[in-house]
Every structure is written in structure tokens, then in C-alpha cells.
């Protein structure tokens, strides 16, 4: 095997024996081989639209199956070898309706026409581990090139994961999913560098467009999120513990449980669950439980009660546990049972998760209290003349926008390291689980303000953008970087690349990112990336901040 798409990759180099992250090399190699899969769909659909001038409907198939290839999302062989046996279905009527169609609209051998789409091929009669230990990331020998195609394949699977979350929603753009076809297909192909940085670029915006898209298929459903005390302790109910970022997941969840004696708490992602008014009207919702995804080994033994996994991010699951783990959606670890997906739109069935509660002992409170969040655009932009006025006052400084992802490294206590450092006239944006070092601090407030406003989970980092853009406005400011704000980007795995690529789309500059910089990224792509966007590494806290508060 050979991955780096996440933080913790082995020496910041790549993983080769297994992942840090806890997958097996064969799983490593069969996620490279549904990558691949999804190339070759990708270049039949680009056939037909290209000749055809119509699409295939796999958007939703890509979209879903780059998910299921992210850091801690799927670690369950057979259901990856099944999403490659969907892909070669779908690429199959792809390829043969467009040999179909296509001679009998040119009346010309479809040999002719074939292209590049020929050597992508792969059989459901293969070896599919035999054949995935030879289509991995390193099968492209440039090292620049090799940097270049990942990059927007990572971005490409963080965008896939929104995408989808939408979807479940029933909202959709096609634009998204004709941009997986095309992406993915110019990664087999020897392009430019400037075409190749084109489409990394183009992955910004589009992760743009799928954000906007994933929130407004969020507050549509369930409202806009609110100031909220989400309380941290626990009540004398058995209970069940729901992780990951689905929030369809959570309300059907709710729904399932209620007036059956058992309580729901949120984990990790799952906390803003709590700041959206659709779900608070259920008072078995009790708050949030434990911490970041990488505590979760430890959390889940002293919670319980059965557990609910809805996306990634799921480490290697405890013996002591497994028996009340369940996951569903696109993650899925072996030998844990799986909930199936809805059917003729009908809801999940979670009855499974509600009668083992009944059985389990209430969880063990590992803290108590209540931190606060739900500052998503909508309410802090109901708050901007408080804002705006806090500023112009001096009694706000700076803005830190600390999002992003939370991990196991030792390095990362650097985020509470700034936090802590910041002066008491600077306030945190965040979103994402890197809140979790540093949501329970006592930093205070300002003038009413706290000093840590959480907009939500890592998809909801579109909404500091949107506060940024509306702040820029506001203060009459031609560049967006003339505002009295800077990021410290904490990231782990590909949303977050996604959400670093729409940052640089939308103009965002001097962005510091750690605590380390991608592996994937060649010494020649990092140094693009810092000459033409300011990018750079975080460094020690205090002089970090020091040099943040004088706008570096």
C-alpha cells in the first residue's frame, strides 16, 4: 500500500505497511482500485457528453463512493468490492449505450472513437486485489504530476462527501456531478501544469458551490442554527450515542426513540446537531457526550449504551464495545453490524440500536456543564451591528479563524496553545472537531460576544466565509484580506482539504495550516501554493499569535 491523504500519515510521508489511521494495506489498495473504477466511468461519461451531448446519471455513485474512501470513513472490504462491482455495472451501460448510440448516430466503428477510455478498464471477472496493488497513487511516477492529480482527488473526495449529505437531502446540482466526471477523468490524462492547477482551482469553487448547496439543504430541513447551551453532562436513561455528520441520520434517530425511555446524545461532528431548532423539540435529546473522533475508544466504553457511526470518522473498534457499534451510511468496519440504507423512501430502521439501550446501563458522566455554540452566518449576521461596533470600538482586535479537524498528534495541543495565548480582544471563528481544543476553555466574552463562536461542523466552515465576505462589504474593504482577520487551519483529512481549496477560491490569503503541511504536496506544488497564496505552516503558538495580531 502507499497513502498520504491524511495528516497523521506515517513521518508526514506516506504509509506503507498500514495506515496510521488503522487500514489495512489490502483495504488501502481496494479504495484505490474504486478510485480507479470511478476514472473509467468518469471517461465514458465524458465520451457520451462529449459526443452525445448527454449525461449518465452516476453523479450521486461518484459522489458516494469518494466518500467512502475517506480517512476513517470504511474499513470493510466486501462493501468497498461492492460500490467497484456497482461502478463496473454502471460503467458497462454507460459504455455500452454509447457504443450503441454513437454508431448509429456516426455510422462509424466505435473503435475509432474510443480514445483513452480503452486503457481504464477493468473487468468484474478481475483480481481485484491483484489489480489494486497496481492502480495506487504511486503508478504515476512524477512526483509533481503525481501531487497535482491527488490534490484535486482529495479535494474531489471532500466535495463527494457534501455532495452527498445533500443529496440525502434531496437537493442536488448537476453541476457538481458533471465536474466529478470531468476532474477525474483529466487525471488520466498528460496535461498541462497550469491545466492541472486549472482544475485544482476549479475543485475551490466547486467546493463553494457544493457548501452552499449542503447548507441550504441543512436550515431548509431542520432551521438555522441558534445560540445554544448544549449541556455536556449526562441523565439516568440508558442512551444512544450518534457520530459522524448526518443529520438525516440524527432526525430519524429522534424520532425512533422518542417515548421509548432512551435518551440521544450527539458525539464529536454530531454536537451542532444541537444548535438547529428542528431537533430541540424533542426532550429526549440530552446534549453532547465526549469529545473529538480520536477519544472515541476510550468514550465509547464509559458511555454504555449502543452507538451510532453515520459517516466517518470511525477508528478501529474495541472488543469491549463492538458488540454495540453500528454503523451506516457510507462508513462501515468489519464485523460491526451495518444499517442499511432507505429504501422506496421509507426511513432507517435504527429499532435494533433503541431495544439493545433498553438493556445497557446509563452512561457514566465523564463531565458536566454546557459550552456554548450555533454561530452559523445567520445568526451571527443577525448580531453584525454588535459586531461591527465591537470593532470599530477596538474592543475587537482580530478574528482567528481556527477551523478545521482534530487529531491524535501531540503537536496539536498548538491549538489550545493559540487559544489560550490569543489576547482578550480576539474572538475564534471555528467549525469542525478542532473546536474540541479549546470549546471548553473559560475564554470569556466581549461585551457579549463570546470568544469562541462555533458555526458547526467542518461543512459549516462556509459559513465563516460567508460572515468574512459580509464583514468586508460592511467595512467598505476592496480585498477581502484587509479585514482584521487570520486563519489557523488545523486539518486531518479530504474535507478539509475541500474546504482549504474553496478559502483559496474565494481569495483568502496567508492562510497558516497544520501542524503539518500535506505530504502530498511535491516541494515544487508547495512552493506554487506559497508563492501565489501566501500559505504556510504553523510554527510555535506564541510567536504565531504575535505575528497574527500584526496582521502576518
Known sequence: MFCYQCQETAKNSGCTMAGVCGKKDDTANIQDLLIYTLKGISLWSELAKKHLGKGDGAGDFIAKSLFATITNANFDNS?????????????ASISESFK???????????????????????????????????????????????????????????????????????????????FFVEALASTTKDLSVDEMVGYVLKAGEMAVTTMALLDKANTATYGHPEITHVNIGVR?????????????????????TKGTGVDVYTHSEMLPANYYPMFKKY???????????????VEFESFNGPILMTTNCIVPVKDSYKDRIFTTGMAGYPGVEHIPDREDGKRKDFSKL??????????????????????????????????????KSGAVKRFIVMAGCDGRQKSREYFTGVAEALPEDTVILTAGCAKYRYNKLKLGDIGGIPRVLDAGQCNDSYS??????????????????????????AWYEQK??????????????????????????SPTVAGVLIEKFNIKPTGDAGDDVSAMMSGN
Not at 79 to 91: F, N
Not at 283 to 297: I, P, R
Not at 500 to 519: C, Q, S, V
Request: hydrophobic share 50%; with cysteine.
Open 464 to 489: 465563516l466565509a460567508v460572515i468574512a465576505l459580509k464583514l468586508k462589504d460592511v467595512f467598505g474593504l476592496e480585498d477581502i484580506n484587509d479585514l482584521p482577520l487570520s486563519f489557523d487551519v
Open 283 to 297: 426532550d429526549h435529546f440530552v446534549g453532547n457526550y465526549g469529545n473529538a473522533w480520536w477519544k472515541q475508544a
Open 236 to 256: 439516568e436513561n440508558p442512551g444512544i450515542l450518534i457520530s459522524g455528520h448526518d443529520l438525516k441520520d440524527m432526525a430519524e434517530l429522534l424520532e425512533q
Open 79 to 91: 462493501r468497498i468490492i461492492g460500490l467497484i462491482k456497482e461502478g463496473l455495472a454502471k460503467r
Open 100 to 178: 450503441s448510440e454513437f454508431e448509429k448516430k456516426y455510422g462509424k466503428a466505435f473503435s475509432e472513437k474510443m480514445g483513452d477510455a480503452a486503457v481504464w478498464l477493468l473487468a468484474d471477472d478481475d483480481d481485484f486485489y491483484v489489480k489494486a496493488a497496481s492502480v495506487g497513487v504511486l503508478s504515476t511516477e512524477n512526483e509533481d504530476v503525481r501531487s497535482l492529480r491527488e490534490l484535486l482527488v482529495y479535494g474531489l473526495k471532500g466535495i463527494g462527501a457534501y455532495a452527498h449529505h445533500a443529496a440525502v437531502l434531496g437537493y442536488d446540482d448537476p453541476a457538481i456531478y458533471d
Open 354 to 391: 433503541v431495544e439493545l439501550a433498553k438493556k445497557c446501563d446509563a452512561p457514566r458522566e465523564i463531565e458536566h456543564g454546557e459550552i456554548v455554540g450555533g454561530f452559523a452566518h445567520n445568526q451571527v449576521l443577525a448580531l453584525a451591528d454588535k459586531v461591527v461596533a465591537a470593532v
Open 496 to 521: 478539509a482539504v475541500a474546504v482549504l481549496l474553496a478559502l483559496l477560491h474565494l481569495g483568502f490569503k496567508g492562510i497558516r495550516l497544520g501542524p503539518t503541511l500535506p505530504a502530498f504536496l
